[in-house]
């Protein structure tokens, strides 16, 4: 059986896209030992060596947007499989116009916990410049009694909806992420999802010889991490920097920026840093693109705070303390499993709150941690059924 890995932008840049996709190939490759796994990804002969195994082109995406090269290369596979990461409402129409490619083709689909947050992506789903000037025009000649842009993006949401459900119905199986993401897929009309975990639970950590040298100088401080999305950066970076300034006026506390894209994160947290009165007590991780390695430098943090999703499960993979501000809903969803919520959002980061739980991780983390192993225990259960459930579905015609 011939089998493309793909729906996600691989190669461009995401290290937590990387790690789940080096854990997806090891689950495959257990799974289904004699199956002929292929990659799709921007950066193939990269990807190809790290993962030992053929890699293609990025399908559905940059330069095959409208995947006419998937359309013309799919009927060479045996099965389309969506890989993973949070597409489901990052870029539905992306991964629905695949499946339905896939599915035109005669070539069984499946989805692989991917996950799906409450609300899609407004870049795509929310009215924006002219089409928004022409909306909220609209709205002022109905007097206030008809709100134009808000019926114009339910309708774009229903639409999606409508379509991703049907794409689904089509598919041998459906394993996604979490139980929020299963909710979100029935209100959307797909009850049948079945819920597993995020593939990147299973990453390994990199040997300790693999920690970077600028971090072994630092001896045993107390290590801050923080990680910032420059995708959807924070409003207001002026409160964070002088609660990280506050904070390092303790003894012996460092901070390091982890940045979970090397090239726009990396410089958004270099001009952040930069603004901050205690700089000369920062460090930003520069050249280390490995997830394994991205792990092994989280496990030597006392707490990390992110707006990155896979910064925080890298870290709660090895048992540190994390503390989110939220992007849309999944950060909210992965902390809940724990018991926490975020101290707010990008919009509006609670640092009265951000400081409060760092303090409190600080001084006592083995609550978290206690939870945090709950919640690996049921997550690795869950993975371990979904891997059966993966195994019936490939293996009906296998």
Known sequence: MKILLGGIPLGCDNIGDEAIIACVVAIFRRVLPRAELVVSTARPEETARRLKLHCVMLYGFGADAKCEAFRRDIADYDCFVWAGATGLSDYPATGVRMLEVAQAAGVK???????????FNPAFFEARGKKLA??????????GTFDAVRFYEKVLDHRMRRRLSRALAGCAA??????????????????????GA????????????????????????????????AQSPLRDPQGL???????????????????????????????FRRGMTRCSQTSLLTGHDDPGVVQLVASRCAVIISSRLHLLFLAANVGTPVVGIARGSKIDNFLAALGRRSVGDVNDCDVARLRAEVEELLASPEEFRRANERYRTECL?????????????LEQEA
């Not at 022409?134 to 007097?143: D, E, K």
């Not at 639970?201 to 600028?214: G, N, S, V, Y």
């Not at 920097?241 to 270099?270: C, K, S, Y």
């Open 109 to 119: 689909t499946l989805l692989w916990n991917v996950g799906m947050n409450s609300v």
């Open 174 to 195: 459906v394993i996604v992420r979490d139980q929020q993401s299963r909710d979100e897929l029935c209100r959307s009309g797909y009850p049948a999802a079945v819920v």
């Open 381 to 393: 259960a869950r993975l371990a059924a979904a891997e059966n459930c993966l195994r019936l579905a």
């Open 134 to 143: 022409l909306l909220r025009a609209l709205s002022r000649c109905s007097f």
């Open 241 to 271: 920097q002088n609660f990280l300034d506050e904070m390092l006026a303790e003894t012996g506390r460092h901070v390091l920026f982890i940045p979970m894209n090397p090239v726009t994160d990396h410089a958004w947290m270099a001009d």
């Open 198 to 229: 995020d593939s990147a639970l299973l990453l390994p950590t990199a040997a300790a010889e693999e920690l970077p040298p600028e971090l072994r100088a630092l001896g045993d401080c107390c290590l801050i991490g923080v990680g910032i999305s």
